[in-house]
Structure formats: C-alpha cells, structure tokens
C-alpha cells in the first residue's frame, strides 16, 4: 500500500533518553517534513529535507536531528528527551518544490504519540 | 510576524451547510490550502486556491480573497462524518506552510 509509515504509533519514555522516530515513504517523492502537533496550536515544522542529503531548520528545531541519507527514510532523532517533547508528531511527503499546489499538497504518516515522563 | 486565524469550535446540524472561515498575514503568499483531520487520525488534503475565487469539489467548495488576506471552506449537505477539525494553512514566499490551530467542527443530528 503506498504512502507513509511511521513507527512507533506510541512510546513513553524517560528524560534523557535518546528516542529515534522512524519514517518510510513509497511515493518516490523528494520533499519530506516532520511536525509536531500540540493542543491549541498549528503544525510546527521542526524540520525538512527538499531531496536525499538535504535537510533544513524549520520553526522548532532545537532538540531534534534529521537525516536523509535516501529518498525514503527520514528518521527524526531525540538526542536527550526533556517533558516538552511530549506530542503528537507526524512526518509528511510531497512531490519536489515546482508550484506550489504540488509542494503544499502533503500526505502524512499515521503519527507518534510520544510521552516523555 | 506570520499568523492564520480560525475560529476555533463550531457547531452544525446534520443536511445543513456551514462555513469555516480562515484569516492571514504572511510573509509572501503561494497558495492556501485546507485540509481535514479526524480525530486521533492525520491530516488529509481538502483543497488548493491560489488564485481569487471559488474552487468547487462535490460538497466542498474553498474560496480565496488575497487582496484581504481571507478564505474560508464551505461545506454543504453536512453529513456526521464531516465531524472533524478542519485547518487551514498557508504556504509563505519561502515555500513554507504555515498553520493555523484548525476548527473542530461538530456536525449534531
């Protein structure tokens, strides 16, 4: 079935632990994001990649790390998780930047939701 | 500073036809789009206006004024799955989305 898969759909975990949130997409498309979701607010970029070796700082980046090492992975990386990180985060895909309704129209993976105690 | 409004809660009745309103100021403009979330589910696309007007699809119809920063989404023949948060979100001259918080849209029999 083509789309987005994320892993895990849950975690809780403890302070200070690494946490790694794991992203794989058949689409073959280029552009990938992680956000996360808080009650009350927007999706918050925390960061993108345009396309495989790229990534870029989106509006909430500090305590995260991203990698694309291909076009279909995009593991998110919690180096020490503090109680803030505690959300829902989603990873998304689109077609490569060229109009913008392409680059806007985002498909989502099933989310994480990520407790940190 | 970059910002969409929407309101946050409405209520519907079931056959009836609502409007959600979305209102921003951005840095640049590339296109509004709307997309749907169900509860404990992700976001799916609705629809994409980047020009003035009215865009129709089936029940759904999005409309967008640039010149006064506004849009809002139009659903008609409300059906109970339509129970859902409804967000609107604007792509900036970076080619960024930027978010609103959604509408929670709650269809009554």
Redesign the interface.
């Known amino acids: 079935i083509a789309g987005i898969t994320q892993a895990p759909t849950s975690q809780i975990l403890a302070a200070g632990r690494r946490m790694t949130l794991r992203c794989t997409q058949d689409m073959r498309h280029n552009a990938m994001y992680w956000y996360r979701q808080d009650l ?6 925390i960061h993108y990649s345009n396309t495989a070796g790229t990534t870029g700082k ?1 509006e909430v980046p500090d305590g995260y790390s991203v990698s694309r090492a291909n076009t279909d992975d995009f593991p998110l990386t919690l180096a020490s998780a503090v109680p803030s990180q505690t959300s829902v985060y ?1 990873c998304a895909s689109s077609e490569a ?1 060229g109009t ?2 392409d ?9 994480t939701q990520l407790s940190v105690l | 500073g970059q910002n ?1 409004d929407q309101p946050t809660e409405m209520t519907a009745t079931e056959g009836a036809i609502v409007q959600i309103n979305c209102t921003y100021q951005t840095s640049g403009f ?2 509004l ?1 709307w ?1 749907q979330q169900h509860a404990g ?5 609705l629809s ?1 206006n ?1 020009l003035d007007g009215l865009e129709e699809k089936g029940r759904f119809s999005s409309f967008l004024s640039r010149s006064k920063g506004y849009s809002y989404l139009l659903l008609k023949e409300l059906q109970m799955k339509d129970s859902a948060s409804y ?1 609107c ?1 604007v ?1 900036d001259s970076n ?8 509408t929670k849209l709650i269809i009554k029999p």
């Open positions: 009350g607010l927007g999706l918050r970029l989106g989603f930047p913008g309704g680059y806007g129209k985002l498909f989502f993976g099933s989310g | 969409i590339n296109g789009f997309y589910e992700a976001p799916t696309f994409y980047v967000l979100a792509m080619y960024q989305l930027i978010w609103g918080a959604g």
